[in-house]
């Protein structure tokens, strides 16, 4: 179904899987994915180098010093890219680093270990080192034709606290020479009981919905600033469960709009879902949700034919 549907597979790196024990890599899955994608003319997105999340113990309560950090991170980004950055021709370089913007308009930097690796002082902007140097790392080792990518959650609403955290992070990348290609808006959605549409960080009272037209002039503002843009990681969820014929076609509507808009923005270079069946979506983290094209039983579903329709 995938190989007859997708043509491009976002492959995920996560530092818990592939790196159990610092020094040691288990790469063996991640392989299989990248042979199976190139066999299938299918593009392959990696996902993610540097992220707070998905970290094993050995980082998060290993104690290590700055210099003990940037070689932990220094060795991950180069084995990977070493071994997949001439197959793969995008990586989410950075993972989820902004928590929004202060009263001053300055960047709130998500927590995490990755912090203790201190701070880079540039010709204007202070950034953690992460950032800075899994952005470098990348581009040495990944070469110049690998898209190098900041994706981010709750960042394609206007008025969201992370939307205008994200375009300021990547407008302090490229002033100060940090080699940065595009954003991605990972997109997870909530239908609402009234049909409604809210990033998954909205669905708190006081936020912003989400509309077509607001993500349009989002958009807009991304491509008048020639900024690349990903759509990484859409999913749009039912939780109320089961799922109503009219709440299957507001969750169609919901993608259909997404692609829509997607597709008459010249910035926007690819679109991704977060998976494509409600049978393995999220279950390992006890969701039970209608939230992808497909049903429990590989059915498409109202969501599907109405990308279908549009394309």
Not at 10 to 18: A, D, G, L, P, Q
Not at 208 to 218: A, H, K, R, V, Y
Not at 259 to 271: F, G, H, N, Q, Y
Request: glycine residues 8%; proline residues 4%.
């Amino acid at each position: 179904l995938f190989k007859h549907e997708f043509n491009i597979i976002n492959i995920h790196v996560h530092t818990n899987v592939v790196q159990p024990q610092r020094g040691t890599f288990d790469l063996k899955r991640v392989d299989e994915m990248v042979d199976f994608s190139e066999k299938n003319n299918i593009a392959i997105y990696l996902h993610t180098l540097a992220w707070m999340g998905t970290l094993p113990d050995w980082i998060k309560y290993g104690n290590f010093n700055e210099s003990e950090l940037r070689e932990i991170l220094t060795d991950r980004i180069t084995t990977i890219l070493t071994r997949y950055g001439k197959k793969a021709k995008y990586v989410d370089v950075v993972n989820e680093a902004v928590a929004g913007l202060d009263s001053t308009g300055n960047i709130i930097w998500a927590p995490g270990v990755w912090l203790n690796m201190g701070w880079y002082q540039g010709k204007k902007y202070r950034i953690p080192n992460y950032v800075v140097e899994a952005f470098r790392i990348s581009r040495e080792v990944g070469g110049k034709d690998l898209k190098l990518i900041f994706n981010q959650y709750g960042n394609a609403t206007p008025g969201a606290k992370m939307t205008d955290a994200t375009f300021k992070l990547y407008e302090e990348l490229k002033y100060e020479g940090i080699p940065i290609d595009g954003v991605g808006f990972q997109m997870h959605m909530h239908l609402l009981e009234n049909g409604d549409v809210a990033e998954f960080n909205q669905k708190i009272k006081g936020f912003p919905l989400w509309t077509q037209e607001g993500f349009e002039s989002l958009l807009k503002r991304y491509s008048d600033a020639g900024i690349e843009v990903h759509i990484t990681e859409i999913d749009v969820k039912i939780d109320k469960q089961p799922a109503t014929a009219e709440q299957l076609d507001q969750q169609a509507t919901a993608y259909s709009q997404i692609l829509e808009s997607a597709i008459k923005c010249p910035s926007v270079k690819t679109i991704k879902y977060f998976g494509f069946t409600d049978k393995t979506f999220l279950k390992s983290r006890g969701y039970n949700v209608t939230a992808t094209m497909f049903d429990m039983n590989f059915d498409p579903k109202p969501a599907y034919w109405s990308l279908v329709e549009l394309l």
